[in-house]
């Protein structure tokens, strides 16, 4: 089975409006963590928001949330306020202690904003 | 800044070459991964070190080898190389504990003609 599942290969949201990325998990360790990236067309990998397995509130950097969702075993991301320079590719991933704190990356999903 | 350094940013080689690549992983750090990244395509795993142990292997091919070095720098080798063996190959380096994040070099552009 998947470690991680990204449902979504392409989006549009309307400049300024809020979009909403799926991932959903796949694991049985307790203590696990989850990530965002974003990979604009230039290449580079960067990392947006984290979430713990343990944490009880949602994971909030500036205009990017994290839709924590354990009991569904989601981690959507939630940008705000979408902009141009938001166009690029996004992945979701997990880290479980089980497998030695392994790394496993969703497929992606491109997000476009259109003007 | 990530803190992460690969070299180089981009090659071009031909067929049946045999490449180097290099990467030095965020102080501190001692797991060490290589990806590969083809056009238009998703991150493939390929190895992890840690602290100069092979700890896991994802979908390497025979032709491609890695290590680690005791000063924590690692090397991923591509030989005989192939025209879809093209991609971006990104090192990334992490602390070991499952809420620490991956930190990618910029990653090292491969063009095989």
């Known amino acids: 089975a998947q470690k991680i599942t990204q449902t979504q290969p392409g989006m549009f949201v309307q400049e300024k409006e809020a979009v909403t990325l799926d991932c959903t998990y796949d694991t049985s360790d307790p203590s696990y963590g989850l990530f965002w990236y974003k990979q604009p067309s230039s290449g580079e990998m960067i990392f947006l928001i984290y979430?713990?397995?343990?944490?009880?509130q949602n994971a909030t950097e500036g205009r990017y949330s994290l839709n924590f969702q354990k009991a569904r075993k989601s981690a959507n991301l939630v940008i705000s306020a979408s902009q141009l320079g938001d166009s690029a590719m996004y992945f979701c991933?997990?880290?479980?202690?089980?497998?030695?704190?392994?790394?496993?990356f969703g497929t992606g999903t491109s997000l476009t904003v259109i003007p | 800044d990530s803190g992460v350094t690969q070299t180089p940013k981009h090659l071009i080689t031909a067929t049946g070459q045999r490449v180097t690549l290099r990467c030095s992983p965020r102080?501190?750090?001692?797991?060490v991964y290589w990806y590969q990244q083809s056009l238009d395509q998703g991150l493939q795993f390929l190895i992890q070190y840690y602290n100069g142990e092979e700890r896991a292997k994802g979908n390497i091919l025979e032709r491609f080898s890695a290590q680690q070095f005791p000063d924590l720098h690692s090397e991923l080798n591509l030989s005989s190389l192939e025209l879809g063996d093209s991609a971006l190959y990104f090192c990334a380096s992490s602390g070991d504990t499952p809420t620490g994040e991956l930190f990618f070099g910029e990653g090292s552009r491969l063009t095989v003609l």
């Open positions: 979430q713990g397995s343990y944490d009880q």
């Open positions: 991933a997990m880290r479980e202690r089980y497998t030695g704190n392994q790394f496993y």
């Open positions: 102080s501190g750090d001692l797991s």
